[in-house]
């Protein structure tokens, strides 16, 4: 953990400061659900978790009794509004606070505790850089002489003035040095112009020199809408390439970015669906003629990371291609990597050849372009329908069996064993009807896929690396603790995180009557903790229960610094939750019931303690000596109640 980041931890425990006033106004649920589609569930909202590779709704966001924070039930990701932010953008916490606050309209006071700007890291120079660039690219394309003939081109092309802010289209002007000096105008250095890809220095080692020139620029943007990249399409026809791309950098890696998606992913959440098509201007002319839900890949073909993204953001994937042999390989490529995903992956071939461009250009395209995605084939029939075509160009019947061998040998590839039988079994009847037989052949005659579907991983970084390790080695630390005082300590803790205000109770006679606060010190100081893991958690919760204070769960969990014990802090909150709203106990009860269940393991554990050391000086002690263990006892208000009087050696 940082030093700054640590510093806005210990000051989220001692004032109010601009973090905790931030953490109060984020709507969480609106917030994730930006990322995530979230459903209610109870008083809990519940979606895809989308720092592994879920399948089935294992993300829980609670937003009632003051607390606000999601917690994986499959995997260690937990949080507050900051750790989301940070995790999924892979920001710093500096840059999250900011980003957060211009969301909730919150401005930062500048004291002590404001994040320091002299130590930004590459990252946000990067992004800056690309921030003045696209501003700059925009300005030359608004009004400025140097940017006519891409006015032109943005003309001829039908793109509107609003979808060209929409989309923050610009030029480039035909000079080698134009971006340099107005850069420097706004603080940008020339090192981190480099870094992001618009400068190159020259081979004599004399300068740079612009990387785009004379080009209609397109920003490629995160999903927060920040450029972290350019597409370029040249204004001359003799100019190659035809369309650059900035290259990878820190803050853009292609594999991992979809055009459009920024400004797409409300509707694909909304409808449910999302359009993939092959270039920029498809995805501009798409949302120009009300079809906001489509994006586009970046001059390459889709990647599992692409494939993780929109799973996680809808239940429809939409793939259009060309209707030449290379959009067919296109798509065969493309349903390989769905194919074992829980989602409904259809192929959309355009009529004519055409581009989704060309086609919505024309006087009834948008019609036309809507029926043809309405009529898209199933990715799973549209791979028998390839079939169809080979079976009547084989020769014979070896040349069908082996057309037929193939295509199950692919099937059995990519997962299709492993896929629901209601998507099974009208394939398997398509290819029983296709070659005349029986529908028990086909399945005899599938070869078995792979043990398990491809999966696409999570980036970790080093920091994350680190708390695993320590996460790992508390966990290994928990086999040395009895299960009866494990489980114990952690419904005595998770009752105090679900209800901070029952530490009062602890040590009275009746429910309700105060409780004793060198009683309640006396069960609740981390070091009573037998768990390492929950000790760590204790320890934090101790930091309010000293001083009789009051907190919340994102508190608790800005106050954890590694992952695994934030998740174990909103884990110990819905146990006791779930516990707690049964109603078989009051909480009251249930806390004191704990509190009691502890102390009944202390003695028992004092017990041992006491039974072996009374063996171990049997031997030297002589036979007083289990009567002033006894004695001891009882000065101290405890008896034994079946400390042997003769024990075995």
């Known amino acids: 953990m940082d030093c700054e980041r640590l510093t806005w931890s210990v000051s989220a ?4 400061t601009d973090v905790d006033r931030i953490r109060d106004a984020v709507d969480l649920v609106a917030l994730i659900g930006e990322h995530v589609p979230l459903r209610p569930k109870g008083r809990e909202h519940v979606g895809l978790c989308p720092f592994h590779d879920d399948h089935t709704p294992s993300l829980a966001v609670v937003t009632h009794k003051g607390n606000a924070f999601y917690k994986c039930h499959a995997c260690a990701a937990a949080g507050d509004a900051y750790n989301f932010v940070q995790d999924y953008h892979k920001m710093t916490f500096p840059e999250a606070l900011k980003f957060l606050a211009d969301r909730t309209g919150i401005t930062l006071s500048r004291g002590r505790n404001a994040p320091r700007t002299s130590t930004r890291p590459a990252g946000s120079e990067l992004r800056r850089a690309n921030a003045v660039a696209a501003s700059f690219y925009r300005e030359v394309l608004a009004g400025d002489p140097r940017g006519a003939t891409a006015r ?22 035909d000079q080698w040095e134009s971006l340099a000096p107005h850069a420097a105008r706004q603080d940008v250095s020339i090192a981190a112009l480099v870094g992001a890809g618009l400068l190159k220095p020259r081979s004599g080692g004399n300068g740079h020199y612009d990387t785009f020139r004379n080009r209609l620029i397109f920003p490629i943007c995160d999903e927060l809408g920040r450029p972290v990249a350019f597409g370029g399409r040249a204004l001359d026809p003799d100019d190659e390439p035809k369309y650059l791309n900035s290259p990878e950098s820190p803050v853009f890696h292609k594999s991992r970015t979809l055009y459009g998606l920024h400004l797409a992913k409300r509707a694909v959440i909304d409808t449910r669906q999302v359009i993939v098509t092959e270039g920029y201007t498809d995805v501009v002319a798409c949302h120009q003629a009300g079809l906001p839900n489509v994006v586009a890949t970046l001059g390459t073909s889709l990647t599992t990371d692409h494939v993780r993204i929109l799973t996680r953001l809808c239940e429809e994937v939409v793939l259009v291609f060309d209707g030449d042999e290379a959009g067919r390989r296109a798509a065969d490529r493309a349903v390989a990597l769905f194919f074992a995903e829980p989602i409904d992956v259809k192929i959309c071939v355009l009529p004519e050849g055409l581009d989704p461009a060309d086609l919505l250009a024309r006087t009834d395209g948008v019609e036309r372009f809507r029926a043809a995605v309405d009529a898209a084939t199933d990715a799973l029939e549209y791979k028998v329908s390839r079939l169809q075509v080979e079976l009547r160009a084989a020769r014979g019947h070896a040349g069908r069996q082996r057309s037929l061998a193939k295509l199950l040998a692919e099937l059995a590839g990519l997962g299709f064993d492993r896929l629901p039988g209601v998507r099974k079994r009208p394939v398997i009847a398509q290819l029983a009807d296709l070659l005349k037989v029986r529908i028990e052949d086909i399945e005899q005659a599938m070869p078995r896929g792979r043990s398990e579907p491809p999966r696409s991983r999570v980036a970790r970084t080093d920091a994350d690396t680190e708390h695993s390790v320590e996460t790992t080695a508390l966990w290994s630390e928990q086999a040395d603790v009895p299960p009866a005082r494990r489980l114990a300590e952690r419904e005595l803790l998770g009752v105090l995180i679900y209800q901070p205000s029952l530490r009062h109770e602890l040590g009275g006679e009746e429910p309700g009557e105060p409780g004793e606060p060198d009683v309640m010190a006396s069960v609740l100081e981390p070091q009573r903790f037998m768990d390492p893991a929950l000790r760590r958690v204790a320890e934090a919760v101790w930091t309010w229960l000293a001083r009789d204070d009051s907190f919340t769960v994102q508190q608790l969990m800005a106050a954890l610094d590694d992952p695994g014990l934030r998740n174990l802090a909103g884990e110990l909150y819905i146990e006791a939750e779930c516990r707690l709203e049964a109603g078989e106990q ?49 000065k101290q208000g405890y008896i034994p109640e079946a400390l042997p009087t003769r024990g075995r050696t």
């Open 152 to 173: 032109t081109m943005v003309c001829d092309r039908g793109i509107d003035d609003d979808t060209a802010r929409q989309f923050m289209i610009g030029a480039a002007p």
């Open 13 to 16: 425990l001692t004032d109010r």
């Open 586 to 634: 009051t909480p009251a009860e249930f806390l004191r019931d704990r509190f009691n269940a502890l102390r009944r393991l202390d003695s028992r554990e004092l017990y041992r303690r006491d039974l072996d050391a009374y063996r171990r000086s049997r031997g030297t002690s002589g036979d007083g000596a289990l009567e002033k263990l006894l004695e001891q006892r009882r």
